[in-house]
């Protein structure tokens, strides 16, 4: 009888189903596009592996995010992913999950402490030294090809000066026109626009109420990009004339440059970001080693290659 009991209770034991691991994501701004391909490479992952996830908006606020980790920490979540609102709260947020023993990835926008984050954090994105690079590089050889290397004139979309990425995006642009190969480029401007599209297209505005148009303008990501090929449209500027350049590749931006209005853009994978945000997490949580930053690589996209690259992001 002892015998049947012991029995019966390993089978009740064994037949209840395994808890699934949650996981709390905290994304940056749901109005940010690339953001919201983020989130969406990471609830798809999440989604095949069976995690329990609750996705929030920071809204791009540090109150907002400190919160919302907080209130992650409090529930006991097994794990936190998250693309910060500012680089600055990074060692805050790590203290807090550290402290809690609760592992950390860090996507896309690198905190400010990536280089020292404790042993269960680690920093899931790519190596922005590329995507100005590329980027630029590619822009400076379409100006000569144009016979433009007697001197040309341009400016710079700058994102939020709290991300990494924005300030590393515009010293690689610098760092390119600073090769003899490329001298001949002057930057008459820089200008934070926030990432935002309507911010882009004020500013390119005011830039072409001078009655000076551009040569070249290097945008930290697409979507200001695009702002300034509204603007630059808006006043029957000939797209053919004007080299535009990205970051991200977007649906839209990628529509942009099948009509000829934007000429270079570097793939950022979302999806690689987003889905190895969860792997990363998952690996912290089982105790695995993470050699960090995990990095996914850009890639140049150009008119030539641009129909791989449709639907990728």
Same mark, same amino acid.
Request: proline letters at 3%.
């Given at each position: 009888?002892?015998? /049947? ?15 699934? !691991? ?14 919201? /391909? ?9 989604? @095949? ?13 540090? @109150? ?6 907080? &209130?992650? $920490?409090? &529930?006991?979540?097994?794990? $936190? ?5 500012? #680089?600055? $709260?990074? =060692? ?27 042993? %269960?954090?680690?920093?899931? *994105? =790519? ?10 590089? !590619? ?9 433009? #290397? ?20 515009? +010293? ?13 480029? %002057? ?21 072409? =109420?001078?009655? =000076? ?12 990009? /695009? ?12 797209? %053919? ?44 949580? +089982? *105790? ?19 129909? #791989? ?5």
């Amino acid at each position: 009888m002892k015998k /049947l009991a012991l029995t019966t209770a390993i089978l009740a034991a064994t037949s209840i189903p395994a808890q699934a !691991e949650t996981i709390g994501i905290s994304i940056q701004n749901f109005d940010n596009m690339f953001q919201v /391909l983020l989130r969406d490479g990471m609830e798809a992952r999440a989604k @095949e592996l069976g995690l329990d996830v609750t996705v929030l908006d920071a809204k791009a606020n540090v @109150e907002t995010q400190l919160s919302q980790i907080q &209130n992650f $920490i409090a &529930n006991g979540v097994d794990g $936190i992913v998250l693309t910060v609102a500012d #680089s600055s $709260i990074g =060692s805050a947020i790590s203290k807090a999950a550290a402290d809690a023993g609760i592992p950390v990835a860090y996507v896309n926008i690198a905190p400010e402490n990536v280089d020292q984050l404790p042993k %269960n954090q680690a920093y899931v *994105g =790519s190596n922005e030294i590329e995507s100005g690079t590329l980027g630029a590089f !590619e822009a400076c050889k379409l100006l000569r090809a144009a016979g433009k #290397s007697n001197g040309a004139n341009g400016y710079i979309l700058q994102g939020s000066l709290v991300h990494e990425a924005a300030i590393q995006r515009t +010293k690689d642009v610098r760092d390119i026109l600073d090769d003899d190969m490329c001298k001949f480029i %002057n930057i008459d401007a820089t200008v934070v626009g926030d990432w935002s599209r309507v911010k882009a297209q004020d500013i390119t505005t005011n830039w072409l =109420s001078t009655g =000076s148009v551009p040569d070249v303008i290097f945008a930290n990501n697409d979507e200001m990009a /695009l702002g300034a090929i509204q603007a630059m449209k808006a006043v029957g500027t000939d797209m %053919n004339d004007v080299v535009v350049v990205g970051v991200d590749a977007t649906a839209d931006a990628l529509t942009a440059m099948k009509a000829g209005d934007l000429d270079v853009t570097v793939f950022q994978n979302a999806n690689g970001q987003g889905g190895g945000g969860i792997d990363t997490v998952m690996k912290l949580i +089982k *105790g695995e080693k993470v050699i960090s930053p995990v990095f996914i690589p850009f890639e140049l996209v150009t008119p030539n290659n641009v129909d #791989s690259y449709i639907s990728k992001n």
